[in-house]
Each structure stands twice: as structure tokens, then as C-alpha cells.
């Protein structure tokens, strides 16, 4: 949103019997544009997730729980590198979302519309994680190996987890150092969108268009 965009002041008072779907459908759309957008320019930059506590992402646990031994090797560095790299991945894949995210919104069916707004704060965001996860988790998955890549200590890892796996110590799904860096990513996208939604829900009338004071504001 365009810093200089003039806030709408409180809408006329509407209840949600009183919308068209057409409204309701055009509402919950923005909405969903708008959050998505939000999280990926908050994301998608450097630092978006290395400087923020809510969504940097971590050692995968069992190299939390190994770490002071990978020290007492010497590979304190490494596994800074590491943590570095990960965070770095997520920022470079991130806007590779913008376009399943835009066309799970096109997709949208107008009968779904109001059963979505009615749903709770973060209907919107489950509606992005039912209709995308899936398919960003493959669009996703490349980048992340090409960024992580860039670090020996990365088949390290790998190789390390695969041998745990094998012995049935670590699921499958966490025997890989790019699944843990895409599933925390998806995290970290959703949430930001959870809260870009919240915002809207919380106080329509500052979410910068009519429509989106008028729909949000029914539900008030």
C-alpha cells in the first residue's frame, strides 16, 4: 500500500445479511491481497526473517541438541554460517509465493466467501495455507537447496540425519535440511499473513479502502 493512501473513515454501519456476495467476495479478496503482499515485502528482504523473532528460523532440534559437541569441534563458525544460510533461503524464496498466492485468490469462489469471513480471526490464512501449501512447498523446495547449497555443512547435516532416520532416531520428512528451512518458511509467511489479517479484522476503517471497511466492519 502506497504510504500516501488516505485512511477511510468509519464506514457506514452494515451487518453481514446486509452484503451482496458480490461485496463480500470482492472484500475477503482484497483482504487476502492485501495480507499476502504485506507478507512478502516484510519477508522477501534481507533480514525478513533474520531479523525477526517471530519468524527466524532455527537449528533443526537435533542440531540444537548436538550443538555444543559441533562446538567443542571447532565448528561454532560453521554452524552460524548455517543458521545465516537458512534464513538467507527463506528471504530468497519467499516472492517466489506471489503467484500461487494470487491465483488461489482468483480461484476463490463466491459461495465461499461469507462462510470465510465468518470463520475466525484466521480464516483468510487458512484459506492461503489449504489452497497453497502444498504446491509452494515444490516451488519453494529448489531455491532453498540452491542457497543452502552454498555451505559443505549442509551435506553434513544431511548426512548425519540420514544415518538417525535409518536407525528410526529422526522421521524421513526431517532428514533433510531443505525440508526444515521450507516448512519454517511457510510458517513464517502464514503468520505474517495471520497478522496483516488480524489488523484488518481488528480495525477495518485503517485498512486504507472502503470495501474492505465495509465488509470487515460487518462483522463488527
Known amino acids: 500500500m502506497s504510504a500516501g493512501m488516505v485512511v477511510i473513515g468509519p464506514a457506514q454501519a452494515f451487518s453481514l445479511a446486509d452484503l451482496s456476495q458480490g461485496d463480500a467476495s470482492q472484500g475477503l479478496k482484497m483482504a487476502l491481497e492485501k495480507g499476502a503482499a504485506t507478507a512478502i515485502g516484510l519477508l522477501g528482504v534481507q533480514d525478513g526473517f533474520m531479523g525477526n523473532d517471530k519468524v527466524r528460523i532455527g537449528l533443526p532440534e537435533i542440531m540444537q541438541k548436538g550443538a555444543r559437541m559441533f562446538k567443542t569441534m571447532g565448528m561454532s563458525k560453521q554452524l552460524d554460517a548455517l543458521s545465516l544460510q537458512m534464513n538467507r533461503a527463506a528471504e530468497a524464496a519467499v516472492p517466489l509465493s506471489q503467484k500461487l498466492l494470487t491465483q488461489s485468490i482468483q480461484n476463490m469462489s463466491v459461495q465461499d466467501a461469507k462462510s470465510i469471513l465468518q470463520g475466525g480471526d484466521t480464516s483468510v490464512t487458512r ?57 519454517k518458511t511457510l510458517d513464517g509467511l502464514y503468520l505474517m499473513i495471520g497478522e496483516e489479517e488480524k489488523k484488518i479484522r481488528q480495525n477495518p476503517a485503517q485498512a486504507g479502502s472502503a470495501m474492505l471497511s465495509k465488509v470487515f466492519g460487518a462483522l463488527r
Request: no cysteine; hydrophobic share 45%; net charge negative.
Open 127 to 183: 484459506f492461503f495455507i489449504d489452497k497453497t501449501r502444498m504446491p509452494l512447498t515444490e516451488e519453494f523446495m529448489p531455491q532453498v537447496k540452491q542457497v543452502l547449497g552454498q555451505l559443505g555443512v549442509v551435506e553434513q547435516f544431511n548426512a548425519l540425519a540420514g544415518k538417525l532416520s535409518g536407525l528410526g532416531l529422526l522421521s524421513k520428512d526431517n532428514a533433510q535440511l531443505e525440508n526444515h528451512v521450507t516448512a
